[in-house]
């Protein structure tokens, strides 16, 4: 855990936030004149109000549609404020690599513009650090205790990758997983990454710990960026004082980019997640009876050992019968009474803890007593979260069981809470200070309001400016009108027709295709039908889930510079790939929520006793926020042109299609046909 009971103090400011935001976003400002770029009304607005709001100490709501320059609207005045007021800003984004590129890109203009200016060089020296979980930091002291006790520890193929880590640990500046190619294996990343509670003040220091260097440069500060998962797993644990002021670190301020996104990541971290997988680990951490290693290979007696090896069996029983009995014909299924299964696993756990407490009370304080006290912590909370899941005990949630894994062998126990706007008012809006919430898609049909109920902030101030973009001559719009609506009967002829529209439409561009699909069976249909085509057009061809990851993947579709990219879900959302390598987003489906799963079932039912409507008042908002996301892959920047193409006529014949084409970046759109296999698709000008 991060330091975040630690008062940063506070004093007042010392200048007018707002007159000086103004002076520098102002059409004759120290933007234009100073670092050359253009006068954006749109920007100057949003800065305005985020310094206003800042000022204040009040939550703000901004949409700021594509190309208005939000970064540097609230990164400008978060900047002074932290200065002048000696309070640190926590910036969160939705993914780590939009962490690095506030760090690499926008804080660096920041940065250039406060350095030229008289008026603003007392800014020019503010810092700034990227902040990600703790179990993404090696840290050196657990690495050399777990090179020391490598025997007991691991077998023979885990001390080689042991040894993997311990050549990088000499080269690496940062200690972060994400530099280690390939990663190391899970089982000894475990015993060395910072995420355990020898990784701390007494026995590590900033000047060779990699995580505790990280939380130094966190303590001086200005600005702290971190990923929405990171910010909701801290705030579930208690990130903050009780009564203190400030979200995530005492008396902070907060600013949530990419904040669509911030109400489903709020929800699965506001909930438990149990996982076969982790808990067996967990336990032959402790002792592995098949390979005789672990923390107890040399500690205890054989008691506690049998002790480890009947919550290991008990463990593959307990997950063994939900995944055998409850998820063998359906990888997902909802909890609604108690009594579902019979609680086998509680006593073994319990006696593992038992076990673990009276090992520590024999030992000297150190770090052997500090490990197998939080190896008992994490027993511990593994049984009173299983029992209270058992028990369906979590309140106001919904409960259910999923297969995961590549071979589905993983079972989950997951909860999460039905409606989550109650969490997000007491720990985003209530705890007085300044939360900016900003994205280009917070409305629905220009209506803000959903948004604002959805997570809490009805009472909030909430603002919307378009893009500076001109779509109207930069984009064209196509709609399939004889795509087959979905349906059991049609689907063989769905998928054909599905798959000549694809062939077509992604080979007549010059530069590369998005093509986003709602379903990974359709996507792999379509990917098998298309792979040969595309290699015979010497195209480069990307799926989702197969070779890549999704980082990597975005990186290789825009070196391509004609590729064509295959995506499922997280392709809808923070895909920035401008100019020609994307000249074209072809949407097969308008994106709507599986509604069986639990979530949504349980959602439904909550709005439904509430006398609303669950398509109206959930499945069609989410659906017309994610689809507005998609559209706004294509025009990244103002030189940007190129095509949208939808193929799902319902857009055409649904009473709700109208929303849908209302939430487009342009009135005007051209209708596809696939009669006698031609279709008429008109180049530009």
């Excluded at 006398?611 to 507005?628: M, Y």
Aim: aromatic share 8%; net charge neutral.
């Amino acid at each position: 855990m991060i330091g975040l009971n630690e008062d940063f103090g506070s004093i007042p400011s010392l200048t007018d936030l707002t007159s000086l935001t103004k002076r520098i976003f102002a059409e004759d400002g120290w933007m234009t004149s100073t670092l050359g770029l253009e006068h954006r009304p749109e920007q100057e607005e949003m800065a305005l109000a985020t310094a206003q709001a800042f000022s204040q100490n009040t939550p703000l709501l901004f949409e700021a549609g594509t190309g208005v320059g939000k970064s540097l609207a609230y990164l400008i005045p978060a900047i002074i404020k932290a200065i002048e007021e000696k309070r640190p800003c926590v910036v969160s984004t939705h993914t780590i690599s939009l962490q690095e590129q506030i760090q690499q890109k926008d804080l660096k203009l920041c940065r250039q513009l406060f350095s030229q200016v008289d008026e603003l060089k007392p800014y020019a020296e503010f810092k700034s650090t990227v902040l990600v979980g703790k179990g993404n930091y090696l840290c050196p002291g657990r690495l050399a205790k777990a090179i020391a006790s490598k025997t007991d520890l691991f077998p023979s193929e885990q001390q080689n990758d042991l040894q993997r880590v311990l050549d990088w640990s000499y080269q690496t500046n940062t200690g972060l997983l994400q530099e280690l190619n390939p990663p190391p294996m899970g089982e000894v990343w475990d015993w060395v990454n910072a995420d355990g509670s020898g990784c701390n003040r007494k026995h590590c220091s900033p000047n060779d710990c990699h995580y505790q260097k990280a939380r130094a440069q966190m303590r001086a500060a200005q600005i702290i960026v971190v990923n929405h998962s990171l910010l909701f797993a801290l705030i579930n644990a208690g990130g903050f004082l009780a009564g203190s002021q400030g979200i995530l670190l005492p008396n902070d301020f907060a600013v949530i980019d990419e904040a669509h996104t911030m109400p489903e990541v709020a929800t699965q971290h506001f909930g438990l997640r149990i996982s076969s997988y982790g808990l067996d680990r967990q336990l032959k951490m402790i002792f592995n009876p098949k390979r005789k290693t672990g923390l107890l290979k040399r500690l205890g007696n054989d008691y506690d050992r049998l002790r480890i090896k009947d919550a290991i069996e008990a463990s593959e029983q307990f997950f063994g019968f939900i995944r055998e009995r409850l998820l063998q014909k359906q990888p997902i299924i909802r909890l609604r009474e108690e009594g579902w299964t019979e609680p086998t696993l509680n006593a073994p756990l319990k006696a593992v803890v038992n076990s673990l407490a009276k090992i520590a009370n024999q030992l000297d304080d150190g770090w052997i007593r500090d490990d197998v006290q939080e190896h008992k912590g994490t027993i511990n909370a593994y049984y009173n979260d299983i029992r209270r899941f058992v028990n369906l005990a979590e309140e106001e949630h919904v409960h259910w069981l999923e297969r995961s894994g590549r071979k589905g062998q993983i079972v989950n126990l997951r909860t999460a809470p039905i409606d989550v706007a109650p969490n997000l008012r007491e720990t985003i809006f209530r705890r007085q200070t300044s939360a900016i919430l900003t994205s280009a898609t917070l409305a629905v049909a220009s209506q803000i309001e959903p948004f604002q109920y959805k997570v809490g902030a009805e009472e909030e101030e909430a603002h919307i400016v378009d893009s500076p973009f001109d779509y109207n001559r930069n984009m064209r719009i196509y709609v399939a009108s004889d795509m087959p609506q979905p349906s059991p009967r049609d689907a063989r002829l769905a998928i054909d027709t599905l798959i000549n529209y694809i062939r077509f439409c992604s080979l007549q561009v010059s530069g590369g295709s998005l093509v986003l699909f709602t379903s990974y069976s359709d996507m792999n249909k379509v990917a098998n039908e298309l792979e040969s085509v595309y290699l015979k057009e010497n195209r480069p061809f990307f799926v989702q889930g197969r070779d890549f990851n999704r980082t990597e993947m975005t990186v290789r579709f825009r070196e391509s510079r004609n590729g064509i990219l295959f995506g499922t879900d997280s392709f809808w959302t923070g895909v920035d790939v401008p100019g020609p390598a994307l000249s074209q987003v072809i949407l097969t489906r308008l994106p709507f929520d599986v509604p069986t799963h639990p979530i949504t079932e349980a959602k439904s039912e909550w709005i439904r006793n509430n006398g609303g409507n669950p398509f109206t008042d959930l499945n069609l908002p989410e659906a017309l926020i994610k689809f507005r996301q998609g559209i706004g892959r294509l025009i990244r920047n103002k030189e940007d042109r190129g095509l949208i193409t939808i193929l799902d006529s319902r857009i055409l014949f649904k009473s709700y299609g109208r929303q849908f084409l209302e939430s487009l970046p342009k009135n005007h759109f051209e209708q596809l046909t696939l009669k006698n296999r031609e279709i008429h698709f008109e180049p530009f000008d």
